[in-house]
Each structure stands twice: as C-alpha cells, then as structure tokens.
C-alpha cells in the first residue's frame, strides 16, 4: 500500500511538474521563438565559418565578417531596388478595390455563361464578397498572431537583432556550448546525440541556404517574364512578393501567383493565361530542377508532415512559424532517423538474421532423443 501511495504521489508530481513547464515555456514563447531563429540563423553560417577557421581565422571575427557582409549586401540591394518595390506594392494595394471591381464583373460574366436557369445558387455558393472578406479576416487574423509572437513591430525588429547576437554566440563558441548542454544527458544519450549535432546543423542550414537561393531564382524570373509580359509597372514588386512567399513550402507559390493574376486579369484579355503559364513554367523549374539542386533531400520528411508542420506553425506564431518550423522538422528528422528509425531497421535485420540457419534454411526443432540410462 505504501509503495501504491508513493507511486501515487510521484506520479502526481511529475505531472504537476509537465504542466508547470509547459506554463513556464508558453509565458515564454517569445524567447523560444528567438531562440529558434537563432539556431537555425547560426546553422545556416557555420559552414562558412568552419572554412574561415581552417584559415586560420578567428571564429569571432569570421562570424563578424559574414553578418557584416550580409547585411551589407542587404543594405545595397535595398538601396537599389527598395524603392521601387515599395512604390510599386504601395501602388498595388491601393488599386485593389478596382481590380475587385475587374473581378467582380469577370465573375458575374462567367457565371452567365455557366449556367442560364439558376444563377443565384452559383452566386451563392461562389460569392466574391464573402471570399474576400474571409481572406482579409484570414489575413488579419495571420498578422495578429505574427504581431503578438513578436510583440509588435518594434518588439519584432529587437528580436531579430537579439536573434542575430543570439546566433553569433552559438557560431563562434559552438563546441564550448554544444558540449555544455550534452553534460545534461546521461550516458550513453551524451555520446550519442554529440554524433548528432553536425549533421542536424548541416541539414538544417543546407535547407534554409537552398530555399534562400532558389527564392532570389525564382524572384528574378518571375521579374523578367512579368517585364516581358507587359506588367513592368508592377513586376518588380510581384517578383519580390513571390520571392518572399516562395520561402514558405507548399503555401507560398500559390500566394506569390494570386497577386499576378489578378493584376493580370483586371488587364483583360489572354494576358492572364500567359501569366499563368509563368507560373506553372517557373513552380516546375524549382520542383524537378531547383530543388533536386540546391535543397536536395535535405528535408527528410514526407511532404505531408511537412505540410502539416508549416500549417501547425502557421496557426501558433503565424509567418514566422511557417518559415522557422521546416528547418527544424529537418534537424529533428536527423534524430528520428539516425537514433530510432537505422537501429530499429538494424535490429530487425539482426533478428531476422539469427533466426535462420547458415545456410537460409529456417532451423527445424528436433525432439530431443532419451539418454541410454533412460532405456
């Protein structure tokens, strides 16, 4: 009974406990999301300052370089292109109500050539004021939930910062630091999980350096082919519209082509075939080209997990989630398949392996024969 009632009670603790940690890690879930920028930020630099090291470079300093060159690379292409993009966005949103209008009479048209008996129940099932309220209030609701993980714009703009500082202290004292917290670990996980943390780094910066890449691809053709196109008034800022939604899987070329087609069927015409011609053409260069290339199978999940994880992130910090959770699914996959998925295949091959004999014949049970002295 004594033994019942301390289990009991231990029981009971650990839950309270679970419970008080999870309080702990909501109250601060703004840090935690700095936090994972931060690892996936250093993730994405380490490999360049491990070649700066084998230079005889300081690790402080070549991570001083690298930031110093991003951002100033940064700062140049937003000297160049800012403004215009800016101007072009900025002259974007406010004609959305008269590209509403092109929307609306083009709906009402094609409903009229649909069907001549009810078109009311077209109407209503398909109306467009009701789906651009819900997509405001789908957006509004998105940038809410990005507003508060981030606590605001400025507090956004601090944690960024805090992020960076973040993770140049993880890049240039990774081995003081990643040793530091495996010490927390029992043996043999210690052992284990160290033979880990390269990989999960390199998987995890492969797949935000190729995405980054192939997003600045995409931005570019999508620049030029709306140039060609006719939309030159706004192609600048479509292209980096899609080039920033093109950083989200899954979601984000469908989101970067809705703007373009509906500035291009406001124009009339077969214009928006052709610009949905370009963007079939493009999703397919970085499907079957781009991706093979330059992010490869760095993910490791099916692409349901990961379609589930960005809508999952999505849902509780809003954009922010959608862009930090696949790079982390991607980390986490190196420890799901390395400690449990490669053993457990392992073991299984092993069992199957004892169980038969030498020569592929599965051992046949022989009665066993009675002594001499038993006769």
Do not use: C
């Amino acid at each position: 009974m004594s033994q019942q009632r301390l289990f009991s009670i231990s029981t009971i603790l650990s839950i309270l406990t679970t419970v008080a940690l999870m309080l702990v890690f909501w109250q601060l879930r703004g840090l935690l999301v700095v936090l994972m920028i931060a690892v996936v930020l250093a993730a994405s630099i380490v490999p360049v300052v491990n070649w700066a090291e084998r230079l005889r470079i300081p690790r402080v300093l070549s991570v001083i370089v690298v930031y110093l060159s991003l951002l100033a690379g940064l700062f140049g292409v937003g000297v160049l292109i800012g403004p215009t993009v800016a101007e072009q966005i900025e002259l974007l949103i406010r004609q959305l109500p008269i590209y509403g209008e092109h929307l609306q009479a083009f709906y009402e048209n094609w409903v009229s050539h649909l069907t001549l008996t009810r078109p009311e129940l077209v109407r209503e099932l398909l109306n467009p004021d009701a789906l651009t309220s819900w997509i405001i209030r789908s957006s509004q609701q998105l940038a809410v939930r990005s507003y508060s993980a981030t606590t605001g714009l400025l507090g956004g703009f601090f944690s960024l910062v805090l992020a960076i500082l973040i993770s140049g202290y993880m890049a240039a004292d990774s081995d003081t630091l990643t040793q530091s917290l495996l010490q927390l670990f029992p043996a043999p996980w210690n052992t284990r999980l160290s033979a880990q943390v390269g990989l999960i780094s390199d998987r995890m910066g492969s797949y935000i350096r190729g995405r980054i890449l192939v997003s600045l691809i995409l931005s570019t053709v999508i620049t030029v082919g709306l140039s060609l196109l006719g939309l030159s008034q706004f192609a600048l800022g479509l292209g980096a519209i899609a080039g920033v939604t093109n950083l989200i899987p899954f979601l984000g070329p469908l989101l970067g082509a809705l703007p373009a087609l509906i500035v291009a069927l406001s124009q009339g015409g077969l214009l928006v075939l052709w610009v949905l011609l370009l963007f079939v053409v493009v999703q397919s260069l970085e499907t079957y080209v781009l991706d093979p290339l330059l992010v490869g199978s760095s993910v490791g999940v099916h692409p349901l997990y990961q379609l589930l994880a960005v809508l999952g992130g999505t849902q509780v910090v809003g954009i922010v989630g959608a862009l930090i959770i696949p790079p982390w699914i991607a980390g986490a996959a190196v420890l799901l398949e390395n400690l449990y998925l490669k053993p457990k295949l392992l073991s299984e091959q092993r069992a199957a392996t004892t169980s038969r004999s030498p020569s592929g014949v599965e051992p046949q049970v022989v009665a066993p024969q009675p002594s001499p002295s038993s006769t």
